[in-house]
């Protein structure tokens, strides 16, 4: 019964130069309900896109060549690490396997993205197992959980990894010394990563932090300088990469310990390279870190660097994440949210720079649908 009704389907695949050719709408059969899982009803998911005839992950090759093309699409790049895996909305059916389980049809949750989470973004979606769902407080709106599962989760493991490796910094340079960090990326990404360094890292242990960021343009990242405290370089596009290196050094006070690249190409991290003080590190999405190692791994020896791989994040994070936020310990990032059927307008802001933190897509409710 369930496979004959249909449900919208939104594809949001790499774009190019005629944003409306990325987009796509169609109706897919509903999905079934896993025995041992649930079925969610979608309200709200954060835009991304997967690249064509790509798998669950992008290519290197397919992201440089995307965002070295064109201008318009240089602050995409940063949400392609997860392509339609950020979804809030509510239970509509529970597996008949399902045994004294927390959870009940209607509650509000979201969804982990394991292994296998089909991509791009449906009116439901089928979770295998229970497990994989977290719940989420009437006090936080399913618009800001979309944020949750991805960008931020990932943003806060690699806060946490970043910490380990601060920590070693500081041991071998001893007292008094400083750990100085460059955070590449734009959006939402460094957004989440700095206000969750504010949380974790305690104040006497952002004394000996200089945390700067690198962006290619300002997408709300300045209005963040002097509340967290860090320094901002703009990497423009059109300047000589010597350039670039140069100023980018100077902005962090020299060469850095620490890199975190949040921007996945193989141009950032070339870049980040340079500016890197031998023995330094650089944390990328583990997702990525095959390629890079590959491609950078003679570089990496001679200057005596190193490429860390970042894995997403656990469930258990997760669930942590979601009660941080929920309590206002953390602040979310400003999202906006454009109906599904107007995916085309989300992508084509954010390509222009006009989206400051997130965009978030919405489905409408059963009772929107009928009217």
């Not at 709200?44 to 290519?59: D, I």
């Not at 059109?238 to 193989?266: K, Q």
């Not at 669930?319 to 941080?324: I, T």
Request: charged share 25%.
């Amino acid at each position: 019964e369930d496979m004959a009704r249909l449900m919208k389907q939104v594809s949001i695949e790499s774009p190019t130069h005629k944003l409306n050719d990325c987009i796509f709408n169609f109706d897919e059969p509903m999905p079934e309900v896993p025995e041992l899982g649930a079925r969610v009803k979608v309200r709200n998911a954060g835009v991304c896109y997967r690249l064509r005839s790509a798998s669950s992950s992008a290519s290197i090759k397919s992201l440089d060549a995307l965002t070295l093309g064109s201008p318009l699409h240089h602050s995409v790049r940063d949400t392609a690490l997860f392509p339609g895996y950020e979804v809030a909305g509510t239970i509509d059916v529970i597996g008949d396997g399902v045994t004294d389980s927390e959870f009940k049809v209607g509650d509000r949750v979201i969804v982990y993205p394991y292994e296998g989470h089909p991509p791009g973004y449906g009116e439901y979606v089928a979770v295998p197992e229970i497990k994989y769902l977290v719940k989420i407080p009437d006090s936080m709106s399913l618009s800001v959980a979309a944020m949750l599962p991805s960008g931020a989760l990932w943003a806060m493991n690699t806060v946490f990894r970043a910490r380990e490796q601060v920590t070693e910094v500081l041991k071998a340079k001893g007292a008094n010394s400083r750990c100085s960090v460059l955070l590449v990326g734009t959006g939402g990404l460094a957004l989440w990563a700095l206000r969750i360094v504010r949380y974790f890292w305690p104040p006497q242990e952002e004394d000996q932090i200089k945390i700067t960021v690198a962006c290619l343009r300002d997408e709300g990242i300045s209005f963040v300088k002097d509340e967290l405290g860090v320094d901002i370089v703009q990497w423009s596009e059109d300047l000589y990469e010597e350039v670039l290196v140069d100023r980018t050094r100077d902005a962090c006070g020299g060469y850095v310990d620490i890199v975190i690249d949040f921007s996945a190409t193989s141009r950032s991290v070339r870049r980040a390279m340079k500016c890197l003080t031998p023995g330094g590190v650089v944390l990328v999405s583990a997702e990525h870190a095959e390629s890079f190692l590959a491609r950078y791994s003679k570089e990496a020896i001679k200057g005596n660097h190193q490429l860390v791989p970042v894995q997403l994040g656990s469930l258990e994070q997760l669930k942590e994440l979601v009660h941080l936020v929920s309590n206002k310990e953390i602040e979310p990032p400003p999202h906006h949210i454009f109906p599904a059927d107007r995916a085309n307008e989300a992508i084509a802001k954010i390509g222009k720079g006009q989206i400051h933190g997130r965009a978030i897509l919405e489905f409408p409710e059963e009772e929107e649908q009928q009217e």
